[in-house]
């Protein structure tokens, strides 16, 4: 990408948007969490911030809504903020190849999950991060709410409970990875940080303003240092190669971005150098990934020419 290029995001985010509503009833919402069910299933949002401070927006793009999955980016950067490179004794970085609530590897890896993306490696990094800071939801919402600039953002707390009501599957994975000692806290400890984190509410506009700091290699909006510029690199290579479930191949094929993106409809992706954006519709495929929300960022990029290829 040209450092000099000047782009028209106002434009491209029209025309991704435009893109976006065409995909029209395609996929679905989330109901494996009832309280996600219950969200408009045509909402669509996106906004973009660039490293000089510029934010744009189209759509429902100040319209909070579930993180879910977006999350595990910012856990896993305060993780290794507060830890380095010790976090990657109990985490991998490799693509699961499997279903992001899939209890199949952990058994043949011996409790460490593939990546910090997937469900298992999450719940890996909040127990890490609990140890760390104490309160690894609250060390969480307080990054957001600095970089967002927003107070009143916080865990939607009806969401946390639907979660924890059917959250039988995490429960299995967080004792499975318990039993090969690599949790550090009690699993209803990690579990209720987990839940929590997750069902943090937010909008397109707060999220690229939290995400940026990974466009500005590890600086945060104030212009201290969350992480090493090698480090931000290394948060971004595993956005890329895990940030979408098992649908990161497509992604990359298709964005050509790191990216994370959640079960409710949010797809937070990042132009190193350059911008972080945020696009968010309710509607999923069958990997979990917003059907909207991926195809507006295809319409960004390709649009743009703004890739990392």
Not at 21 to 27: E, F, I
């Amino acid at each position: 990408m040209p450092a000099g290029e000047n782009l028209d995001y106002r434009l491209l985010l029209d025309a991704a948007a435009a893109a976006a509503r065409a995909t029209g009833d395609q996929g679905h919402v989330a109901d494996y969490i009832p309280a996600l069910a219950t969200v408009d299933p045509d909402a669509f949002g996106m906004a973009v911030a660039t490293v000089d401070g510029e934010l744009y927006g189209v759509g429902d793009w100040e319209q909070p809504f579930s993180v879910q999955s977006v999350s595990k980016l910012f856990t896993l950067a305060l993780a290794l903020a507060h830890g380095g490179d010790t976090l990657w004794r109990g985490v991998g970085r490799e693509p699961s190849g499997n279903p992001f609530n899939s209890l199949v590897q952990l058994e043949s890896e011996h409790g460490i999950p593939r990546n910090p993306f997937i469900n298992a490696g999450a719940l890996v990094v909040t127990d890490r991060l609990q140890t760390m800071t104490g309160d690894a939801a609250g060390a969480v919402r307080e990054f957001l709410r600095r970089e967002s600039g927003n107070p009143l953002l916080d865990t939607d707390p009806v969401v946390a409970a639907s979660e924890a009501e059917h959250g039988h599957r995490n429960a299995a994975l967080a004792h499975f990875i318990a039993s090969h000692g690599n949790l550090e806290n009690p699993v209803e400890t990690v579990l209720d940080h987990y839940y929590a984190h997750c069902a943090v509410s937010a909008s397109c506009r707060d999220l690229v303003l939290a995400g940026a700091f990974l466009a500005r290699y590890g600086v945060r909006t104030d212009g201290t240092r969350l992480m090493s510029r090698s480090e931000a690199k290394r948060v971004n290579a595993v956005l890329l190669t895990c940030g979408t479930y098992d649908a990161a191949g497509e992604f990359a094929f298709r964005v050509g971005l790191p990216g994370k993106s959640g079960v409710g409809g949010g797809v937070l992706a990042i132009l190193p150098g350059r911008a972080a954006v945020c696009a968010w519709g309710p509607r999923l495929d069958q990997a979990g990934n917003s059907v909207a929300a991926v195809t507006a960022l295809d319409a960004l990029t390709t649009l743009s020419g703004c890739s990392i290829f």
